[in-house]
């Protein structure tokens, strides 16, 4: 699997991002076309992607790192057949290099249902693992779902 920055996608890697987001968020969350989705990343400013690609050029995993709100943000993305092979650590492991702080919306409970029909499995504790702080005074709830918000920061070491 090698790792891939670019500053913007072309139409077939969005149409592919589009196809892991739709497989692997909860049902509540998806596009239903690629309009959809370039509206949403309209709205990010100074992203970064990264993409994950097997040894087939096939997509894999992608990940998001942007500007909201004065803070730096990511989203990240494994499809179902690439997760749990350090893949996600991989990609992280490329944003922290670059970033100071790293921020991000994820969801607590196991209570959404992916497009498949099976549930949506909160990655809470694979970002704890990956060295973030679960801010458990910060919250998204809205229509579509309820989330925490979790930092990274990188540690400054003196000598």
Do not use: C
Request: glycine share 4%; proline share 4%; charged share 25%.
């Amino acid at each position: 699997m090698r790792l891939q920055h670019f500053d913007s996608l072309n139409p077939q890697q969005k149409m592919r991002v589009i196809h892991i987001w739709n497989q692997e968020y909860p049902v509540t969350l998806n596009y239903e076309s690629p309009d959809e989705f370039e509206e949403y990343l309209s709205k990010l400013e100074n992203i970064s992607h990264y993409l994950a690609i097997d040894e087939y050029d096939i997509i894999k995993g992608w990940m998001a790192v942007f500007d909201r709100d004065n803070e730096r943000w990511l989203a990240l993305l494994i499809d179902s057949s690439a997760q749990s092979q350090g893949i996600g650590t991989h990609m992280l492991n490329a944003a922290k290099f670059n970033e100071t702080e790293l921020n991000g919306w994820v969801i607590e409970h196991d209570i959404y249902i992916k497009a498949d029909g099976k549930p949506y499995l909160s990655p809470l504790e694979f970002y704890r693992k990956n060295g973030f702080e679960v801010l458990d005074d910060q919250h998204l709830q809205n229509h579509k779902i309820n989330a925490v918000k979790i930092r990274w920061t990188k540690e400054t070491i003196y000598p």
